[in-house]
């Protein structure tokens, strides 16, 4: 084994142990910042904590895809994927984070992008992120252009995405080592930018990985545009009328009063990470247990297999949260949706974990908006599900019914 491959897999670990740790940090600071009788200081410090525990994590997500591109440990997962939510997403976490400069930011996606494509889901959002990042860090006011449009043929998209800013801009001299190795622009000018420069030179790497190319086109005092393609698999041009239509009736189900004392179960070997869970489930209508590993875990639902949603940790000690979940389902009339909550951030993740047999899965760290959202999810689904058995139950009656006709039919 080289040592390149050495040091990647030793930075991966790490990944994972710091993951877990900012899994604390972020959510007990998004707690704090909640309550609503604390002074404005302390809910900016929390605030901020957040903000910096998110830039630590990309700095060491920067530094591990660095090191596996140089060892070419680098791999290409490509997955179905939805676009159109994958863009939405970005442009509303990045626009969060102009914060308080005077940017507005535009936000342009083309009608004709396909529902789903097939390409590496993770990379792009990953290329996309780093763009908008440094879009976001080189303009102090002004504008920000997030364009995304495809050209479709047959089974084929070439995906084009520009990010543009009214920012400050490049010498010739400085696009020429804009991709280099470990640089950042400006150095000497912006000693109050932060960054090491990772990002652009791994962002031409990913793109070339997957086939494609990316351009920019910058002035000096003016602004800079970035352009990339990468070529995708077309798997379904348009949404299907079905999941159309259950979209629809999803959105009528509301749980703005909470999701009506649903009992869930957190499995997890950290106590930390447990307060974390509970502190974002205490805020709903939820009945809340706990465990430490997965024996445990097996012995609670053994006993009272009562359980809306299980929460459950991987890495645990005595038994791994996949094999959790494999005895889990050798118990009589057990089919409680289980979320994975992991601090592997793999490439192909979610497509393992659904293999695996779990409902879903949550990369530490993660917040309270991605709790809501599987919460969402899940009981929705298991709402929806009822009322279609309660419909195939009733019975159809006369058709001629007077209640259902009004008056005047007889």
Same mark, same amino acid.
């Given at each position: 084994?080289?040592?390149?491959?050495?040091?990647?897999?030793?930075?991966?670990?790490?990944?994972?142990?710091?993951?877990?740790?900012?899994?604390?940090?972020?959510?007990?600071?998004?707690?704090?910042?909640?309550?609503?009788?604390?002074?404005?200081?302390?809910?900016?410090?929390?605030?901020?904590?957040?903000?910096?525990?998110?830039?630590?994590?990309?700095?060491?997500?920067?530094?591990?895809?660095?090191?596996?591109?140089?060892?070419?440990?680098?791999?290409?997962?490509?997955?179905?994927?939805? !676009?159109? +939510?994958?863009? &939405?997403?970005? $442009? /509303?976490?990045?626009?969060? =984070? %102009?914060?308080?400069?005077?940017?507005?930011?535009?936000?342009?996606?083309?009608?004709?992008?396909?529902?789903?494509?097939?390409?590496?889901?993770?990379?792009?959002?990953?290329?996309?992120?780093?763009?908008?990042?440094?879009?976001?860090?080189?303009?102090?006011?002004?504008?920000?252009?997030?364009?995304?449009?495809?050209?479709?043929?047959?089974?084929?998209?070439?995906?084009?995405?520009?990010?543009?800013?009214?920012?400050?801009?490049?010498? !010739?001299? +400085?696009?020429? &080592?804009?991709? $280099? /190795?470990?640089?950042?622009? =400006? %150095?000497?000018?912006?000693?109050?930018?932060?960054?090491?420069?990772?990002?652009?030179?791994?962002?031409?790497?990913?793109?070339?990985?997957?086939?494609?190319?990316?351009?920019?086109?910058?002035?000096?005092?003016?602004?800079?545009?970035?352009?990339?393609?990468?070529?995708?698999?077309?798997?379904?041009?348009?949404?299907?009328?079905?999941?159309?239509?259950?979209?629809?009736?999803?959105?009528?189900?509301?749980?703005?009063?909470?999701?009506?004392?649903?009992?869930?179960?957190?499995?997890?070997?950290?106590?930390?990470?447990?307060?974390?869970?509970?502190?974002?489930?205490?805020?709903?209508?939820?009945?809340?247990?706990?465990?430490?590993?997965?024996?445990?875990?097996?012995?609670?639902?053994?006993?009272?297999?009562?359980?809306?949603?299980?929460?459950?940790?991987?890495?645990?000690?005595?038994?791994?949260?996949?094999?959790?979940?494999?005895?889990?389902?050798?118990?009589?009339?057990?089919?409680?949706?289980?979320?994975?909550?992991?601090?592997?951030?793999?490439?192909?993740?979610?497509?393992?974990?659904?293999?695996?047999?779990?409902?879903?899965?949550?990369?530490?760290?993660?917040?309270?908006?991605?709790?809501?959202?599987?919460?969402?999810?899940?009981?929705?689904?298991?709402?929806?599900?009822?009322?279609?058995?309660?419909?195939?139950?009733?019975?159809?009656?006369?058709?001629?019914?007077?209640?259902?006709?009004?008056?005047?039919?007889?």
């Amino acid at each position: 084994m080289s040592d390149k491959v050495v040091k990647v897999e030793f930075l991966s670990s790490m990944s994972h142990e710091v993951r877990t740790i900012l899994n604390t940090i972020v959510g007990l600071s998004e707690d704090i910042g909640g309550y609503e009788d604390i002074p404005e200081e302390i809910r900016e410090d929390a605030e901020d904590l957040v903000t910096a525990s998110k830039k630590l994590l990309e700095l060491m997500e920067n530094i591990i895809d660095f090191s596996k591109i140089e060892s070419d440990e680098m791999e290409i997962v490509e997955v179905p994927y939805k !676009p159109l +939510e994958v863009f &939405k997403e970005l $442009a /509303k976490a990045n626009e969060m =984070n %102009i914060l308080d400069k005077p940017i507005d930011f535009h936000t342009n996606i083309a009608p004709d992008l396909p529902y789903e494509l097939i390409g590496d889901e993770k990379h792009i959002r990953e290329v996309v992120d780093n763009l908008l990042t440094n879009a976001i860090k080189y303009t102090d006011g002004g504008d920000i252009w997030f364009d995304v449009k495809s050209i479709n043929e047959d089974d084929n998209c070439n995906l084009i995405v520009s990010v543009r800013d009214t920012g400050r801009g490049m010498t !010739p001299e +400085e696009l020429d &080592k804009l991709f $280099a /190795k470990i640089e950042r622009l =400006n %150095i000497e000018r912006n000693t109050t930018t932060e960054g090491i420069g990772l990002g652009l030179a791994i962002t031409k790497r990913l793109v070339e990985l997957m086939g494609g190319n990316i351009n920019v086109e910058s002035t000096y005092g003016e602004g800079s545009n970035f352009v990339f393609s990468v070529p995708q698999k077309i798997k379904l041009m348009e949404e299907p009328d079905l999941t159309r239509t259950q979209r629809l009736r999803l959105e009528q189900i509301r749980f703005d009063e909470g999701y009506g004392y649903k009992k869930v179960l957190i499995v997890d070997d950290n106590t930390l990470n447990i307060k974390v869970v509970r502190r974002i489930l205490e805020q709903f209508d939820l009945i809340i247990d706990e465990c430490y590993n997965g024996e445990e875990c097996l012995d609670i639902v053994a006993q009272n297999n009562d359980y809306d949603l299980i929460f459950m940790d991987i890495m645990m000690p005595k038994m791994s949260g996949e094999e959790t979940l494999r005895r889990l389902h050798e118990i009589e009339g057990f089919n409680t949706p289980v979320i994975a909550l992991t601090a592997d951030a793999v490439e192909g993740a979610e497509q393992k974990y659904e293999s695996e047999g779990f409902a879903d899965y949550i990369v530490k760290p993660f917040s309270k908006m991605q709790i809501e959202e599987k919460l969402d999810m899940i009981f929705k689904q298991e709402d929806l599900l009822e009322e279609d058995n309660k419909k195939e139950r009733e019975p159809v009656g006369d058709l001629y019914d007077d209640d259902e006709w009004g008056e005047g039919y007889e």
